[in-house]
């Protein structure tokens, strides 16, 4: 009890402060309707797809300028409740304080709490009154016009503005509207590093991704997998095709990336890890596209599948654009360079015979042909 009145006297004492700080400033105005920071926003998307980016920019710095002073306006009507001895006796968790400032009539500041926490919930404040101001900081950046902004400077050739926008961005991608928005971020992110050289980077926003994966961040399923793979016998690559399955493809390509890396500086557990995940999503999509087109289908092993797609031309270039077919025969080297040469020779045997596109059937062969040396 004694802990909680403490904390409580504490946040109306740093409160307190930042209102005697504020005093004799102007008072934020409150963004009149009709000109919310959105409908700039909206201005500069628009313009943005119509490859007019000087226009693009000017509504998108317009959309940031005005998200400020609405955050400003919210910062001092939240601050002015504490005027009142009701509020600070309240103390910080939000479900005493909410019913003080709606028998007090604080509508705005009411409002202004109800905004945020149907966005994030209330369990992201924890019910702390006081990390709805912590929020607002983080709120005053335009999360959207930020990622506008630094799409535009990068077609512009601004590589290191269009990163520090981005930047900004992802340290407050809680704000997107889209919470899947900030795959697309981190993609770009990846991408900007590797154009700039900054390769510890481009590995950091890739595992960012990866790790929001349920079943990369599983270590029991991911042992699952490599157990399969050290069985190292012939029937190891249909029980691991058969076993495993994982629909959300968000972070194929981080982990295609992510084991090219690996695999150049021969980092060989993390290449067999990442590549033996991907494969796994990748034939969990192509499953999940072929049974879309053809009626009763059941896989039989990764062979089958393989046999089915090339029936259809746009899966063979969409493999070939994402790298899939490629993956199949990294994973199977990945396999080799861990000493697993059974499983990896046949499973190179498979893609010799049914890879879809011709280049990665020769490839598989000539792998066999060779001896299974590989260099990583």
Known sequence: MKVRVFKSFAFVLVL?????????????????????????????????????????????????????????????????????????????????VLPELKDLGFNDAVDIIDQHTEKLGVGYFNNSYSKVFDYISIYSHYTEAD?????????????????????????????????????????????????????????????AIVMDNEYYSDNAFMRSLKRIVDMDSQDA????????????????????????????????DKTLKCSSLASIIAVSKLEDIISQRINDFEFHGIGDLLIKCQRYEDIV?????????????NFAEAAASNGKIVFARNLLR???????????????????????????
């Open 237 to 268: 690559v249909d029980k691991f095709f058969l076993l495993y399955r994982c629909d959300n493809d968000l972070a194929l390509k981080a982990l295609i990336d992510l084991s090219e890396i690996y695999r150049t500086v021969g980092e060989t």
């Open 16 to 96: 307190l402060f930042s209102l005697n700080s504020v005093a004799g400033q102007t008072v934020p105005r409150k963004v009149q309707k009709g000109q919310e920071a959105w409908r700039s926003f909206k201005k500069a998307q628009n313009a943005y797809e119509s490859n007019d980016y000087s226009k693009a920019i000017e509504y998108a710095e317009e959309a940031r300028t005005i998200r400020k002073q609405d955050a400003a306006w919210q910062t001092y009507v939240l601050e002015n409740t504490l005027k009142k001895a009701r509020v600070r006796r309240a103390g910080d968790e939000l479900d005493r």
């Open 147 to 207: 990622y506008l902004l630094g799409k535009v400077y990068r077609l512009e050739g601004e590589f290191e503005v269009a990163l520090r926008y981005m930047k900004e961005a992802y340290d407050c991608a809680v704000n997107l509207d889209v919470p899947m928005e900030k795959y697309d971020l981190l993609y770009d992110l990846a991408s900007l590093s590797f154009d700039l050289g900054k390769y510890d980077d481009f590995e950091k926003y890739l595992l």
């Open 350 to 376: 498979i893609l010799s015979q049914y890879e879809p596109e011709e280049y990665w059937r020769r490839y598989a062969s000539e792998i066999i042909v060779n001896g299974m040396k590989i260099n990583m």
């Open 317 to 329: 270039t969409w493999g070939n654009e994402n790298n899939i077919w490629k993956l199949f025969c």
